[in-house]
């Protein structure tokens, strides 16, 4: 843990949407309150070191974009703050949120929603730079040839617009733009999610190369766990707004520590032969508006004792380089008999 | 990131392709209703003659000199003492109708022009700025619009131009008071659909300037639906204004405009000198079918279901 890039330290994030003001004359009559909070990221920490490729993960809801665009200026923590190279990334000044770098930039998933259909892709490219004067007048169209070419379009696309290129060709061009910026940190929002498996592999391929060519330090937040061991280092498990498993990707696909973690990957599909049936995770996902008391997990966890239902695990180291929020890892649930698998692992 | 400038520069396709192509797409598809085509036609001729009024019209109806009381009342297709036949007739101080009405239509046409060009402009402010700020800003300004809204604009260009007195300037911003809410309505809800999207997140986390996510990311994707609208209230202005020349408090008979003309003639409907009123009206009534018409067909085209 040398050379940390990027530090997010105690974030938290609650959006809350405050009664309008006839239903707040109405809550004053009737005593009650419906103000309604959402605790998307609750009390995160996680540090990335220059050049690593960091995956965080988790089921739809579990705050894991919220956190990517924390990271990446779009929100600001509620508590706790993110610092980049020791810089706070964005701030909130009079109720808006004011971005104070351009070392981070964001891959969104939707290629097809994240490029101004209006303009032309060498204006999409060019513009961050050519406003934050990053390169000389001059310089734009050889700049944004050159990062055309090394994403693996042709110079001459720049003067199209969006609407004539494919999903994976426009993907490339949102890469195109946020490389454009020199960023020290990508954040990759489920950034191949809604592309064709076949272009999925082409864009990660590219990512790959990209990040063997300028030692790029990234956030990659993806459900698909298969494309996360591809791509990270590290992997960060994520359920219902907290951190639940940090781990090398490798040992965390040989042995999952946390029963969601391993839940998770049972469900993931494989080929193989014969019939075999995947173990869904009993129930649904909690509500974030009212998460369940002590482990958010423990509803559906088919390891839950006494202890999981009171008090919120804290995360704690697990081996090297890995750590675990469960108290089946950390002093136990209170119900021990029933945890016949997991407590050889915490040792 | 470090070698740029080995690498020829880039190949210049024509910068202008994307946007000739779409142009020509539109052009295209609105030209598939021909009764479009012939609106467009209508007001191309309309604006002609109007804008070139003085070398199209036989007499130049604020020159006094050439009015002759002699020529009053004169039925339509007789020749009066100029020595040219006045087709559509005279009214009651000599006035070629014909001439009246050019001169009339290029005041109505300027009123509306401007008026609606000024509403967009106002109701673009108010509408974008209550969209991407929201809150509290979004609650006062929209409630403003919506309290406009549901009065008529008839009635709101009436005390507007009782607080500001007559004159076109005045009409002109009666106009705009009256009908900015229409446009302030349509740039919120497509703001407010298009601030959502990616490409505008994209845009703030860069991070660019809000004035420039505003005016170069924000508007140029909300300008389809407007352009609607603004068709269609450039017609409505020019009815407006036409219906407060009527009701005696738009324009002074010295600089007529259509309004003016049919209220000044409509004294005189029941002495069967017909066309002094029937005639401006129809010359109305052709101005905003034809503009209404080709309105609803740019709204087609622009409809993003219609789109190939």
């Not at chain 1, 379009?153 to 060709?169: D, I, K, M």
């Not at chain 1, 020290?184 to 391929?205: R, Y």
């Amino acid at each position: 843990m040398s050379d940390i890039l990027l530090k997010i330290d105690a974030v938290s994030k609650r959006f809350t949407r405050k009664p309008g003001v006839v239903a707040a004359a109405i809550d004053r009559v009737t005593g009650k309150d419906s103000t309604v909070t959402v605790h998307a990221v609750s009390n995160v920490s996680l540090e990335v070191e220059r050049g690593e490729v960091l995956g965080i993960v988790g089921e739809s809801g579990c705050g894991k974009s919220t956190l990517g665009r924390i990271v990446s200026g779009i929100y600001a923590p509620t508590e706790g703050e993110v610092l980049l190279n020791g810089d706070i990334v964005a701030k909130e000044v009079h109720g808006a949120v004011q971005k104070q770098t351009t070392r981070v930039q964001m891959i969104h998933q939707d290629p097809f929603a994240s490029l101004n259909p209006r303009m032309k892709v060498g204006e999409i490219i060019a513009e961050g730079p050519r406003i934050h004067g990053l390169i000389p007048a001059k310089e734009v169209n050889d700049r944004v040839g050159a990062l055309l070419e090394k994403v693996g379009l042709e110079r001459a696309y720049a003067n199209r617009l969006p609407h004539q290129f494919s999903g994976g060709q426009r993907q490339r061009v949102a890469i195109a733009r946020a490389l454009a910026m020199s960023p020290e940190l990508l954040v990759l929002d489920e950034a191949v999610a809604s592309l064709d498996v076949s272009i999925q592999a082409q864009v990660l391929n590219l990512f790959i190369d990209l990040r063997k060519d300028l030692g790029l330090t990234a956030l990659f937040i993806s459900h698909d766990l298969s494309v996360v061991r591809h791509v990270c280092d590290r992997v960060a498990i994520m359920y219902l707004g907290r951190l639940v498993e940090l781990a090398p990707a490798s040992d965390l696909y040989e042995k999952p520590l946390h029963p969601y973690t391993s839940a998770l990957f049972d469900s993931v599909p494989k080929l193989g032969v014969g019939k075999r049936s995947f173990a869904a995770i009993q129930g649904e996902i909690p509500s974030p508006i009212n998460p369940p008391s002590g482990c958010a997990f423990h509803p559906r966890c088919p390891f839950a004792g006494p202890r999981c239902k009171v008090e919120i695990p804290t995360i704690a180291k697990a081996g090297t380089g890995r750590s675990v929020a469960c108290h089946i890892h950390n002093g136990g649930t209170g119900a021990e008999a029933s945890v016949p698998v997991f407590t050889e692992a915490a040792a | 990131m470090a070698e740029i400038s080995t690498t020829p520069p880039v190949q210049v396709e024509n910068p202008l392709e994307g946007r000739v192509e779409r142009l020509r797409n539109f052009c295209s598809d609105f030209s598939q209703s021909k009764v479009a085509l012939a609106a467009l036609a209508v007001i191309i001729a309309l604006f002609a003659v109007s804008f070139g009024a003085p070398i199209f019209s036989p007499q130049d109806p604020y020159d006094l000199a050439m009015l002759d009381w002699m020529d009053a009342f004169l039925e339509p297709g007789s020749e009066g003492s100029g020595g040219y036949i006045h087709i559509l007739g005279t009214d009651n101080v000599g006035r070629d109708m014909l001439s009246a009405i050019f001169y009339g239509l290029r005041t109505s046409f300027m009123i509306g022009l401007s008026a609606g060009a000024l509403a967009l402009l106002v109701g673009i402010c108010v509408g974008l700025t209550a969209a991407y700020f929201g809150g509290k800003i979004e609650a006062v300004l929209m409630r403003v619009v919506d309290l406009q809204l549901s009065m008529p604009a008839i009635l709101l260009a009436l005390v507007m131009i009782s607080i500001l007195g007559q004159g076109i300037m005045q009409i002109i911003m009666a106009l705009v008071v009256a009908q900015y809410a229409y446009f302030a309505r349509t740039t919120n809800g497509a703001a407010k659909v298009e601030r959502s999207k990616d490409y505008i997140e994209a845009a703030r986390s860069t991070p660019l300037p809000t004035h420039r996510v505003l005016f170069r990311h924000l508007l140029p994707n909300v300008m389809p639906p407007l352009i609607v609208v603004a068709t269609v209230q450039v017609a409505s202005a020019i009815a407006l204004e036409a219906t407060l020349s009527f009701l005696g408090v738009g324009l002074p008979l010295t600089e007529p405009s259509l309004g003016s003309l049919i209220s000044n003639g409509f004294k005189y409907i029941h002495s069967d000198r017909y066309w002094l009123s029937i005639y401006p009206g129809i010359g109305l009534m052709i101005a905003v079918i034809a503009i209404n018409l080709v309105g609803d067909q740019v709204r087609k085209v622009l409809d993003p279901r219609n789109s190939r």
